[in-house]
């Protein structure tokens, strides 16, 4: 099994106060015990890293590149990849879908991953299964 970590989940998994947390948690424990491929991009690792440090600070910002950035096969956006999503964003024409989310779309379907991990909905809008 492949599945495509997003930031919202990598996020909930450190954030013991935010509201899905438990969820994430057990998700990310089943993944881990299941073996499964866990991908990502290093745009969702920026962002990630981000969100954490703005919302929960240096410590979890830390436990995130210790414990769970090590866990993830990175796929590195390249130009053609970063154009292909921002295209995407483009002739979609809405506000709250990002390029981040456009190029996640788009390794997720050139993998052939059909999961994510993820509190996202544009992931179940675009067809794919989402966890928790």
Do not use: K
């Not at 879908?97 to 052939?112: E, I, K, P, T, W």
Request: hydrophobic letters at 55%; proline letters at 2%; aromatic letters at 10%.
């Amino acid at each position: 099994m492949t599945v495509f970590a997003d930031t919202a989940a990598l996020f909930a998994l450190l954030d013991s106060g935010e509201r899905y947390h438990a969820a994430a948690a057990n998700a990310w424990r089943e993944f881990l015990e299941l073996d499964a491929a866990l991908v990502t991009t290093n745009y969702i690792l920026l962002e990630a890293a981000a969100v954490i440090q703005r919302r929960i600070g240096l410590a979890a910002l830390r436990a995130f590149h210790d414990e769970i950035a090590p866990q993830l096969e990175v796929v590195w956006v390249d130009a053609d990849l970063h154009r292909s999503g921002v295209e995407a964003t483009l002739i979609a024409a809405r506000r709250d879908l990002s390029v981040v989310d456009c190029v996640s779309f788009r390794v997720m379907r050139n993998r052939g991953i059909s999961i994510a991990f993820t509190l996202d909905s544009h992931f179940r809008e675009q067809g794919f299964t989402v966890v928790p």
